[in-house]
């Protein structure tokens, strides 16, 4: 009984160890943020064309797909 005892304390200790090597690593939170600036830098680019379309019309956009097809 005591065995299994001590087998599961050392599961517990490798589990707190695994828990806070787990909380001091950052490369995740760095993509995570990065990921959140790409988000929403290609919602302002989107908003500003759609805001564009309005004021040029849809004439320009389609002149411009013609032209990307012919490439």
Do not use: C, H, P, W
Not at 9 to 32: M, P, Y
């Amino acid at each position: 009984m005591q065995a299994r005892i001590d087998k599961l304390r050392e599961r517990g200790d490798q589990v707190v160890d695994l828990a806070g090597t787990l909380r001091r690593d950052e490369a995740g939170a760095t993509a995570i943020e990065y990921g959140l600036i790409v988000g929403l830098v290609s919602f302002a680019i989107i908003g500003a064309l759609m805001s564009i379309q309005g004021v040029l019309g849809d004439n320009v956009f389609a002149v411009v797909a013609s032209a990307l097809a012919n490439i």
